[in-house]
């Protein structure tokens, strides 16, 4: 019998080597893409500068309890994520609830979500509430194709009207994407659209999911599977470069050593990205220079009592310095906070914004003061905990011309992929998203792997 590095009949039988994959960055995207990639035989190493993986989708110690420093919610439709969940044996940690949301406009709170709702919302005329269901379902049957190059804006507007647009619209243009508001591609907020149009059982019911025990289940599933299959997880690691020889990526530069790759995988953001493969240039690079970011600031507050009944809050009040609040809570009871509520407050900033500075006692000092607008019986004795999470490079933003800008996971180089939110556009970053490109470009970087191998 044959066994490797015996010749037979004069022909060399050794077996290939294994082939070597680094995948740069621990989130979502990269955790799916070094999983991928391991189960397809790769010898994978997975960097990640942050002391745990995660990224965005990240948790930390709340007084003992393991929370997401950012809040996420499951829709129907998020496949990528449910199929995740299915594979590592997680499907029980996925449950569905009902959910509500609200808006909270000149001082009084709406509830917001069925066709009765929206009747009793008197910030608008009847006939500018009707205006408005006419028009949220004629959105949802809208092409994404079409409205791409229209911006959101007059879109919103002739849609809606102007009067649904400054009540329910413009706050959110505004406090999210601020002096960007203008450029936002309307198939952006279409996508938004229908993307919680797939949770509603019907006109009276939105169902939402969650997972027991936080994004953190899915995500050390993943991390505990790809250690099981041979992956190495290097943390804390910080990659100075990306290596380039001949035309190819032969691996990168991390604490000052360089080490070798046939593949390389990056799934950090595309600034960073550009950084770390300075020897690139040309169309493919100028794409990812014109597509501007925004950050996100967050308080987050555990709380002894509920401020209100709904999930989601929209806020259109100009006392109120933020966009709309998330109940976690509401949707996911936590169990292990013993009765306790958990509130997030995002808000999303460019990257440049001298809010980042703000410290975290005067956030809370001025988000506490419009919670107690919002719910007068609110008092701070209830905050049991509070934290404010920054990243300044936390999204893409969607423009115009999106369907022809976004940038390939394959990039130029035959070897080297990326990952970024921006090609989900029109819709938003979500985990499920994140799973499907990772899994995409580990996709790509098996068959270069397996190409070279045969070549």
């Given at each position: 019998?044959?066994?490797?590095?015996?010749?037979?009949?004069?022909?060399?039988?050794?077996?290939?080597?294994?082939?070597?994959?680094?995948?740069?960055?621990?989130?979502?995207?990269?955790?799916?893409?070094?999983?991928?990639?391991?189960?397809?035989?790769?010898?994978?190493?997975?960097?990640?500068?942050?002391?745990?993986?995660?990224?965005?989708?990240?948790?930390?110690?709340?007084?003992?309890?393991?929370?997401?420093?950012?809040?996420?919610f499951?829709?129907?439709?998020?496949d990528?994520?449910?199929?995740?969940?299915?594979?590592?044996?997680?499907?029980?940690?996925?449950?569905?609830?009902?959910?509500?949301?609200?808006?909270?406009?000149?001082?009084?709170?709406?509830?917001?979500?069925?066709?009765?709702?929206?009747?009793?919302?008197?910030?608008?005329?009847?006939?500018?509430?009707?205006r408005?269901?006419?028009?949220?379902?004629?959105?949802?049957?809208m092409?994404?194709?079409?409205?791409?190059?229209?911006h959101?804006?007059?879109?919103?507007?002739?849609?809606?009207?102007?009067?649904?647009?400054?009540?329910?619209?413009?706050?959110?243009?505004?406090f999210?994407?601020?002096?960007?508001?203008?450029?936002?591609?309307?198939?952006?907020?279409?996508?938004?659209?229908?993307r919680?149009s797939?949770?509603?059982?019907?006109?009276?019911?939105e169902?939402?999911?969650?997972?027991?025990?936080?994004?953190k289940?899915?995500l050390?599933?993943?991390?505990?599977?790809?250690?099981?299959r041979?992956?190495?997880?290097?943390l804390?690691s910080?990659?100075?470069?990306?290596?380039?020889?001949?035309?190819?990526?032969?691996g990168?530069?991390?604490?000052?050593?360089?080490?070798?790759?046939?593949?390389?995988?990056?799934?950090?953001?595309?600034?960073?990205?550009?950084?770390?493969?300075r020897?690139?240039?040309g169309?493919?690079?100028?794409?990812?220079?014109r597509?501007?970011?925004?950050?996100?600031?967050?308080?987050?507050?555990?709380?002894s009592?509920?401020?209100?009944?709904?999930?989601?809050?929209?806020?259109?009040?100009?006392?109120?310095?933020?966009?709309?609040?998330?109940?976690?809570?509401?949707?996911?009871?936590?169990?292990?906070?013993?009765?306790?509520?958990?509130?997030?407050?995002?808000q999303?900033?460019?990257?440049d914004?001298?809010?980042?500075?703000?410290t975290?006692e005067?956030?809370?000092?001025a988000?506490?003061?419009?919670?107690?607008?919002?719910?007068?019986?609110?008092?701070?004795?209830?905050?049991?905990?509070?934290?404010?999470?920054?990243?300044?490079?936390?999204?893409?933003i969607?423009?115009?011309?999106?369907?022809?800008s976004?940038?390939?996971?394959?990039t130029?180089?035959?070897?080297?992929f990326?990952?970024?939110?921006?090609?989900?556009?029109?819709?938003?970053r979500t985990?499920?998203?994140?799973?499907?490109?990772?899994?995409?470009?580990?996709?790509?970087?098996?068959a270069?792997?397996?190409?070279?191998?045969?070549s």
């Amino acid at each position: 019998m044959a066994r490797p590095g015996d010749a037979v009949a004069g022909r060399d039988v050794r077996a290939p080597p294994v082939k070597r994959a680094i995948v740069i960055g621990g989130g979502p995207a990269g955790l799916k893409a070094a999983h991928v990639l391991a189960k397809s035989g790769a010898h994978v190493t997975l960097l990640e500068s942050a002391p745990l993986v995660g990224g965005l989708a990240s948790s930390f110690d709340l007084q003992g309890v393991r929370i997401e420093r950012y809040y996420h919610f499951i829709c129907k439709g998020d496949d990528h994520l449910v199929d995740t969940l299915a594979e590592l044996g997680l499907s029980h940690r996925l449950h569905w609830r009902d959910s509500r949301m609200a808006y909270f406009v000149d001082g009084r709170l709406y509830p917001f979500l069925t066709p009765l709702d929206l009747l009793r919302f008197t910030p608008l005329s009847i006939a500018d509430r009707l205006r408005a269901g006419v028009a949220l379902q004629r959105a949802r049957g809208m092409k994404e194709e079409d409205l791409a190059p229209m911006h959101a804006v007059p879109w919103l507007r002739g849609l809606f009207g102007d009067a649904a647009y400054r009540v329910i619209w413009e706050p959110l243009m505004r406090f999210k994407f601020a002096r960007h508001a203008d450029e936002i591609s309307a198939a952006w907020m279409w996508a938004r659209l229908v993307r919680l149009s797939r949770s509603r059982r019907s006109i009276w019911s939105e169902e939402l999911g969650y997972l027991e025990g936080g994004s953190k289940v899915v995500l050390d599933g993943l991390a505990r599977d790809f250690a099981a299959r041979g992956g190495h997880t290097v943390l804390r690691s910080d990659v100075q470069q990306i290596l380039f020889d001949g035309g190819r990526a032969v691996g990168v530069r991390v604490g000052g050593e360089n080490l070798p790759a046939d593949a390389v995988v990056s799934t950090v953001t595309t600034s960073r990205f550009r950084q770390l493969a300075r020897a690139l240039s040309g169309e493919y690079v100028a794409r990812l220079e014109r597509i501007p970011t925004i950050g996100i600031f967050c308080l987050l507050l555990r709380l002894s009592e509920r401020v209100t009944p709904f999930f989601w809050v929209n806020a259109n009040d100009r006392r109120v310095p933020f966009a709309g609040m998330i109940e976690y809570t509401n949707l996911n009871p936590v169990p292990e906070l013993g009765g306790d509520h958990l509130l997030y407050v995002p808000q999303y900033l460019p990257a440049d914004d001298p809010r980042y500075e703000q410290t975290d006692e005067h956030v809370f000092q001025a988000y506490t003061d419009a919670l107690r607008l919002m719910q007068p019986r609110f008092d701070r004795s209830w905050v049991r905990f509070h934290a404010v999470f920054r990243d300044r490079y936390a999204q893409p933003i969607c423009l115009t011309d999106y369907l022809t800008s976004t940038p390939a996971i394959a990039t130029p180089v035959p070897n080297l992929f990326l990952t970024d939110s921006c090609q989900l556009h029109p819709h938003d970053r979500t985990i499920s998203g994140s799973f499907g490109l990772g899994l995409e470009a580990a996709r790509l970087a098996a068959a270069a792997l397996t190409e070279d191998r045969t070549s």
